[in-house]
């Protein structure tokens, strides 16, 4: 299974469309495609995370019952043009569905992880208020498959 975003290649800078106002950015969602995934999906996953040591694992982005025929979200999608029954979550800025990079100046390029898990259920019972552990959690037993896409971003 393979991720990747029309905006950067995998390694690459996240432009700063995708940044939060504070750090200079408009906060639009990250444009993602995949393909590849495996016999027996039934509905994806999505997690961004900062794994950087600044950040501690920083949720960006938490988004479950992606359908099973889903293949890409568009450009922006996050609160707007979500397929029907896609469940955002909160991140850690406290807010429901993306939010983009925005490291605190001065502590390098932070990578941001998106992951991309291929699930054998089509529904993941979950608060929306969930954190990246009760996430995880959430997924164990029904991953199928993952792939990965690291964007950068500093300031």
């Not at 291929?118 to 969930?130: D, Y």
Request: net charge neutral; glycine share 14%; aromatic share 10%.
């Amino acid at each position: 299974m393979q991720i990747t975003s029309s905006a950067f290649p995998d390694g690459g800078k996240i432009p700063l469309t995708y940044v939060m106002p504070g750090a200079g950015g408009q906060n639009v969602s990250v444009p993602l495609s995949w393909s590849g995934a495996p016999a027996g999906t039934k509905s994806f996953a999505l997690a961004m995370v900062d794994p950087h040591p600044v950040a501690n694992n920083w949720v960006h982005w938490l988004v479950v019952d992606l359908p099973q025929n889903s293949t890409s979200i568009p450009e922006g999608a996050s609160g707007h043009k979500m397929p029907p029954g896609v469940q955002e979550l909160k991140n850690s800025f406290g807010e429901t569905g993306y939010g983009g990079p925005q490291p605190p100046r001065g502590s390098g390029d932070h990578p941001y992880v998106f992951t991309l898990y291929a699930l054998s259920v089509p529904h993941i019972e979950i608060g929306k208020g969930a954190g990246l552990a009760a996430f995880k959690q959430a997924l164990e037993g029904k991953t199928l498959a993952t792939a990965t896409l690291t964007g950068y971003f500093g300031r």
